[in-house]
């Protein structure tokens, strides 16, 4: 009787073997994880992109030219007589990834893009820059 009585716990060794054991498992796993959240990023930027080129063309209509930042399709521009009443649009103008949404107006043309998860220009994979030729 008295044996069954002092063993009422784990021993340290059994303890240390679940440890590994979960270890192992998140080891296995987190790759997958993080990878389909990168994944997801990539194509909400791309959802994004096709948002604020709708909005730019909403702006477009109304001003008869692009802004000369995104700016412009969040706060009223003074230069345009029909702008709004409300903005164009109303998100945050960062990627999913939180970095700045690259645009540039030139003449009557602009580009605009995603620097992807590193935040720089180039890159592969998932740090791949997405442009506007990647929505079609």
Known sequence: ???LKNRKG???IEIMIVLAIIGGIAALLL???TGQLDKSKAKEAKIQLT???NALSMYYTDCGKY???LEGLTTADPNCSNWGPQPYYTKKLQDP???DLVYELE?????LKSLGKDGREGGSGFDKDITLD???
């Open 97 to 99: 990834f939180g970095h």
């Open 134 to 136: 990647d929505l079609n």
């Open 10 to 12: 784990m021993t340290l």
């Open 31 to 33: 790759p997958n994880i």
């Open 1 to 3: 009787m008295s044996l």
């Open 107 to 111: 003449g009557g043309e602009y580009s």
């Open 67 to 69: 802004p000369q930042t």
């Open 51 to 53: 948002q604020i080129v």
